[in-house]
């Protein structure tokens, strides 16, 4: 079974500036997806990026960019610039690579405040 | 991606009542998952819904409080049944895609 771990609970950080949002996890796939998803206060879960494992090059979304280090099974978040909108639970997920049924394995979560 | 619409948005329920929760999807999807976030919490899995079979729950979830239909590729519900206050928890469906999971917007569900 795989697990996923969120070690900062909260963070904060100030507009325009840049934050990071720790991940780590534990599996004995190979092949896996990455994900971190956005959760503001409107419930709804938003892709903000994804890894997959075989790609050595980390993933960047605009002001999103992910440090991936398969060996140490780390996946962490930066984010550049910060932005109000910002402000949201962030969570980050696993998924086994395979067919469509695979499920997503969550961390515990960051709630991240953008302050003005 | 696909685009999920599910409904209610949020309810208050009475405990000893059940509720049914609704997902309709605007393509057709092999699986659709359910998931609960207790309150401050992450998402729980609480079952896959394959169409045409019996749903596949995860440990601590039984059908017989949970039960979950679906009736074709692009909708399924889910529902809460006997509520105590300890089911007061957003509730979303979610689907897979080549880039992630989509999810529906979520049901606040809060039971007194």
């Known amino acids: 079974a795989q697990t996923v771990t969120q070690s900062q609970p909260e963070m904060s950080v100030q507009e325009a500036e840049t934050v990071t949002l720790s991940c780590t996890y534990d599996?004995?796939?190979?092949?896996?997806?990455l994900f971190w998803y956005k959760q503001p206060p409107s419930r709804q879960m938003i892709l903000v990026i994804r890894?997959?494992?075989?790609?050595?090059q980390n993933a960047t979304e605009n002001r999103f960019s992910v440090n991936f280090q398969k060996a140490a099974k780390s996946f962490s978040l930066k984010i550049s610039d910060s932005q109000l909108g910002d402000t949201a639970m962030y969570f980050c997920?696993?998924?086994?690579?395979?067919?469509?049924?695979?499920?997503?394995?969550f961390g515990g979560g960051t709630r991240l405040m953008v302050k003005p | 991606s696909a685009v999920i619409s599910q409904k209610p948005s949020r309810d208050i329920c009475q405990r000893g009542t059940s509720l049914t929760i609704q997902c309709q999807v605007d393509?057709?999807?092999?699986?659709m998952f359910w998931y609960r976030q207790q309150p401050g919490q992450s998402l729980t899995l609480i079952a896959t819904?394959?169409?045409?079979?019996?749903?596949?729950?995860e440990s601590g979830f039984v059908i017989d409080k949970f039960p979950i239909s679906r009736p074709n590729l692009t909708f399924s519900t889910l529902t809460v049944s006997n509520m105590s206050p300890e089911d007061s928890s957003i509730y979303l469906c979610s689907v897979s895609g080549y880039f992630g999971y989509t999810f529906g917007s979520g049901t606040r569900l809060t039971v007194v």
């Open positions: 599996t004995s796939e190979n092949n896996y997806y």
């Open positions: 890894q997959e494992a075989y790609k050595q």
């Open positions: 997920a696993f998924m086994k690579r395979g067919n469509a049924g695979n499920m997503l394995t």
């Open positions: 819904a394959n169409q045409g079979s019996e749903a596949t729950y």
């Open positions: 393509s057709q999807v092999t699986m």
